[in-house]
């Protein structure tokens, strides 16, 4: 019976763990990698032009890390109020979709922010709209559609992780 919860648990922290350590790399390689190709150009145009980048550094963080230490705490404050195996292998199943459509989403921001970079310091005379809309092979349709699941499957898998975990915590508080 303790089983299941704990696999669960085991499964949450490993991930953000793993998580921590691309933190650190994501904000190594931001800083690198933006200082390769902006050097020359004024700060402001450094921070414009690294925006997105940047931006994938604090989301990994808060998407990794803290949501899913976080999930870790409530699992544990849930796991003697309900006998039922099932509900933690259901939160094991959600939280499986909630680390695909997380990592997804990073990885779109991870391609926007250093794409962004790179035909920056390639066309400099290009505006940030004008290479933004070269991104995704200039596709919006399939940009809209890559955000639009990514987003769409950790969202409503956290949501539902959480009504399940706030179903439970209901149950606990009653007692």
Known sequence: MDQEWKSLL?????????MLI???IVGLFY?????????????????????????????????????????AFLIF???????D???????????????????ASLFLLYYKGSAIIYLFQRSPELSLEAIDKTLFFGNELL???????????FGVSLVYFLGMVFIR???????
């Open 10 to 18: 085991v499964r949450i922290i490993r991930f953000a763990i793993i």
């Open 22 to 24: 691309v933190v650190l």
């Open 31 to 71: 800083r690198e990698y933006s200082r390769k190709f902006l050097f020359k150009y004024p700060m402001t145009t450094q921070t414009s032009v690294g925006h997105h980048l940047s931006l994938a550094h604090g989301h990994t963080a808060l998407l990794g890390t803290i949501i899913p230490f976080f999930l």
């Open 77 to 83: 404050i849930i796991k003697g109020s309900d006998r």
């Open 85 to 103: 195996n099932e509900i933690f292998r259901t939160l094991k199943k959600v939280f499986g979709f909630y680390i695909i459509g997380a990592l």
């Open 143 to 153: 940009r809209l559609l890559l955000y639009f699941l990514s987003h769409t499957i």
């Open 169 to 175: 915590l209901k149950k606990i508080t009653v007692q």
